[in-house]
């Protein structure tokens, strides 16, 4: 079995000690399904795995890393690849020379190397974070994954942060980044813990994953952690997965207030 993909080559069922016999009967019984030359795949294969590979090709691009458990914006699109001398305008491909489509489920490089070419600016910085964060590869490989790009596309990767420790995190900061707003990523604040970008001196921006408030244990934990900023004379704004995705206009007319104002500068804050 091809890892936790659910497909399998003839070659591997082969390997394991079946017969072909054995492998029609497993078909016939819908413990396999057929589904390209030398490709089967078990009832629970992964849906999108099982889809590019009966493609002809290899699942690729965003959808392998979301796969490998990197953290994707979302985007309804299954990403595969195909060999050079198949590509169609559906498919995804990288910078220079492509790997063999030998698998089911591109490498982390391969795949960061398609989303290269297939993501916006921001976005691909937040999937690079999410790599290096996760350890899933190093910067460097990552680096080296794009040696033929663009020189634009090489050089966001400067702009990468292992300290991001969620999607919504990479995506504030990029934003208060481009803006000339000063803020520390990941501060470390006696009594409270880390907060994830703080802005100038008391203007604490906390960032929620999608995950993160559907747990009962972080919802007490975050309200604890805010009583004590403000304790101390931080401002704490608390960003949505929404917030960020979604509302990223309000949210950032209402922290340019605060910023305006001279807020998060540091009169009132108690160390
Ligand atoms: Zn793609």
Redesign the pocket.
């Known amino acids: 079995m091809n890892g936790r993909t659910g497909v399998v080559r003839t070659a591997e069922l082969r390997a394991n000690g079946l017969t072909d016999w054995q492998i029609r009967k497993a078909v016939a019984n819908g413990e396999l399904a057929a589904i390209r030359q030398g490709w089967y795949a078990v009832p629970a294969a992964d849906r999108s795995v099982v889809d590019a590979v009966r493609r002809g090709g290899v699942l ?3 959808s392998a890393l979301k796969w490998h458990g990197a953290w994707v914006p979302p985007d309804s699109r299954q ?1 595969w690849r195909v060999p050079r001398y198949r590509l169609d305008s559906k498919s ?1 491909h990288g910078y220079g020379a492509s790997p063999p489509v030998d698998g089911a489920v591109d490498s982390v490089l391969a795949a960061f190397g ?2 290269a070419r ?1 993501l916006p600016d921001e976005s691909l910085v937040v999937v690079a974070d999410s790599i290096i964060n996760k350890k899933l590869a190093e910067l460097a490989d990552l680096r080296g994954e794009l040696s033929v790009a663009p020189v634009r596309v090489r050089e966001l990767l400067g702009r990468c942060d292992r300290r991001a420790e969620s999607g919504t995190e990479t995506m504030a900061r990029l934003r208060f980044q481009s803006r000339r707003i000063h803020l520390q990523i990941q501060v470390y604040i006696p009594g409270v813990g880390r907060v994830d970008l703080l802005i100038g001196d008391r203007l604490i921006i906390e960032c929620d994953s999608v995950e993160h408030h559907t747990s009962r244990a972080n919802y007490a934990d975050d309200r604890r952690r805010d009583r004590r900023a403000v304790a101390k004379g931080y401002l704490v704004v608390r960003l949505t997965y929404e917030d960020v995705l979604f509302g990223w206009e309000d949210a950032m007319a209402d922290i340019l207030a605060i910023i305006h104002r001279g807020d998060h500068l540091a009169s009132s804050l108690k160390t």
């Open positions: 690729s691009c965003v990403h995804c398609c989303a297939c």
